[in-house]
C-alpha cells in the first residue's frame, strides 16, 4: 500500500514522517527525490533544457536560480516545469516503492494534491499544525 502525507509548510510532515522511517517504514521525500532527478535523469534534463535553455544547467550543475526566475514571474513556466518533474518523480517513486518490503510505504510531499499526485497513493494522511504554531 502507498500512503501519501502531506500538510503546510511548518506543519509537521516531515516529522511524522521521521516517526515512521524510525519504526522501519519505508518513506520517499519527494522534495530530496524532485531535486536529485533534475541533477540525475538525463530525460528530465533534457526535458528541462529544451523548454528552459541551455542556461539551466551550468557546468553540468542546475542553475536552481536561473530556473527560479523564469518559473516564479511566469505560471505557464511554472506549469511546464511542474509537467516535467512531477511525472518523472512519480515514476522515480513507483519504482522506488516497488523495491521497497513491507506492507505499506510513505510518500512525503508538501503538494500532493496542488500537484494532482493523490491518485498515486491509496491512503493520505493530511498533517495539520496552528499558524502559530507553524510560524
Avoid at 500532493?112 to 491509496?122: C, H
Wanted: neutral net charge; glycine residues 10%.
Amino acid at each position: 500500500m502507498k500512503v501519501g502525507v502531506t500538510g503546510g509548510i511548518g506543519s509537521g510532515k516531515s516529522t511524522v514522517c521521521r516517526l515512521f522511517a524510525q519504526r522501519g517504514i519505508a518513506v520517499y521525500d519527494s522534495d530530496a527525490a524532485a531535486k536529485r532527478l533534475m541533477r540525475e535523469d538525463a530525460a528530465l534534463r533534457c526535458g528541462l533544457t529544451a523548454r528552459f535553455g541551455a542556461e539551466t544547467f551550468r557546468g553540468g550543475e542546475l542553475d536552481r536560480g536561473y530556473l527560479a526566475a523564469i518559473v516564479f514571474s511566469d505560471p505557464q513556466a511554472l506549469a511546464d516545469l511542474n509537467a516535467l518533474v512531477h511525472p518523472a518523480v512519480m515514476r522515480d517513486f513507483d519504482a522506488w516503492a516497488a523495491r521497497q518490503q513491507g506492507s505499506y510505504v510513505i510518500l512525503e510531499s508538501a503538494i500532493l494534491f496542488e500537484a494532482g499526485l493523490e491518485g498515486s497513493v491509496d491512503k493520505t494522511l493530511a498533517v495539520l499544525a496552528p499558524r502559530e504554531l507553524r510560524i
